[in-house]
């Protein structure tokens, strides 16, 4: 069945570092690919998504390539900051029903 | 902004009790999803749904069921709570959009406890 594998955490990185979080992704069809962010005492909220291959998301910094051949949707920011620290979610959603499939998480650690 | 609503932050209850977690959503999603998420686990779908009176099992419903009366509002239950229940509770809801990547909305969730 369909899953997503993301790098495990935690990460930890000094202010201003740059980020990576690897996501790779099993999937019958050609799903719609997201990243999630939870901050502490709250629930997830959406960071970005691609619908197609090659799509960029983008939102506050971050940025996700949707990359077909090699199946991954990698996060990247290039100057991490202290308000960054949260757990990361990697997820895919079939075009056949709306549900979400979520990878494990990776909490990241940003230190001042 | 979708506004989701988990009706307690916090909850404790005993071991056998009925449980009732509720969530509402205030922007008339068709969608609504019941999540528990553990360390090392992440998120696992209990249980939704796509309409008022409507349900489907997800990946985990064992000990779980659900109530969908009213559209804005869904409604988790443990029939007889058990200490490996203890875990965080996430209701979400989304638009309808097969084929649309309607993004879920999550509430702040409900962390229980059973004793």
């Known amino acids: 069945g369909d899953s997503v594998t993301q790098m495990e955490g935690p990460v930890t990185l000094s202010e201003e570092a740059f980020l990576t979080i690897n996501c790779t992704y099993t999937?019958?069809?050609?799903?719609?690919l997201f990243w999630y962010v939870q901050y502490p005492g709250e629930g997830l909220q959406l960071l970005l998504k691609a619908t197609k291959a090659d799509d960029k998301g983008s939102n506050k910094g971050f940025e996700a390539t949707y990359r077909k051949e090699t199946t991954s949707f990698h996060l990247e920011k290039g100057s991490v900051q202290v308000s960054d620290s949260a757990v990361y979610f990697c997820a895919l959603s079939e075009n056949r029903d709306d549900k979400i499939i979520f990878g494990k998480g990776t909490r990241l650690h940003i230190l001042p | 902004d979708v506004k989701v609503t988990q009706s307690s932050r916090y909850l404790v209850k005993r071991t056998g009790e009925k449980v009732f977690l509720e969530c509402v959503q205030d922007?008339?999603?068709?969608?609504m999803f019941w999540y528990r998420q553990d360390p090392g686990l992440g998120l696992r779908l209990i249980y939704f749904s796509y309409d008022v009176k409507m349900k489907e099992k997800g990946d985990i419903p064992e000990g779980y069921s659900v109530s969908r009366e009213k559209k804005e509002r869904f409604s988790l239950i443990l029939e007889s709570a058990s200490t490996n229940q203890t875990s965080m509770y996430l209701c979400a809801s989304s638009s309808l959009g097969v084929g649309l990547n309607q993004p879920q909305h999550f509430g702040d969730g409900t962390r229980l406890s059973i004793l």
């Open positions: 999937a019958t069809g050609y799903p719609s």
């Open positions: 922007m008339d999603h068709e969608n």
